[in-house]
Nanobody, 122 residues
Framework: VQLQASGGGLVQTGGSLRLSCAAS????????MGWFRQAPGKEREFVAA????????DYADSVRGRFTISRDNAKNTMYLEMNSLKPEDTAVYYC????????????????WGQGTQVTVSS
């Protein structure tokens, strides 16, 4: 499975961004998907996850109510809509995939994208 994350950028506090993760190489609809992020000097942390059908989702407490994960199996693409962004959301965001659904730790995911930088200015 190959994953390509995109959509990062520089945004002011309170702004919004939409990240995308395009997948290829395996039936996308069979994969559980997730977003993680890693800030400088910190460990990679869970952001959100979505089941293969999109019917189940999970979020980190720090982003719940502000971020929305979704997927379009017809387009082999997953999304992360990020609203009310804060400086502490600044990180490299990674998309990940696995046959396991709704994993919340990095070891639970076999496939990873290259990451996209999100910077929130104060």
């Amino acid at each position: 499975v190959q994953l390509q994350a995109s959509g990062g950028g520089l945004v002011q506090t309170g702004g919004s961004l939409r990240l995308s993760c395009a997948a290829s190489g395996r039936t996308f609809s069979s994969l559980g998907m997730g977003w993680f992020r890693q800030a400088p000097g910190k460990e990679r942390e869970f952001v959100a996850a979505i089941s293969w059908s999109g019917g189940s989702t999970d979020y980190a407490d720090s982003v719940r109510g502000r971020f929305t994960i979704s997927r379009d199996n017809a387009k082999n693409t997953m999304y992360l809509e990020m609203n009310s962004l804060k400086p502490e959301d600044t990180a490299v965001y990674y998309c990940a995939a696995d046959l396991l659904a709704l994993g919340v730790t990095p070891p639970e995911y076999e496939y990873w994208g290259q990451g996209t930088q999100v910077t929130v200015s104060s």
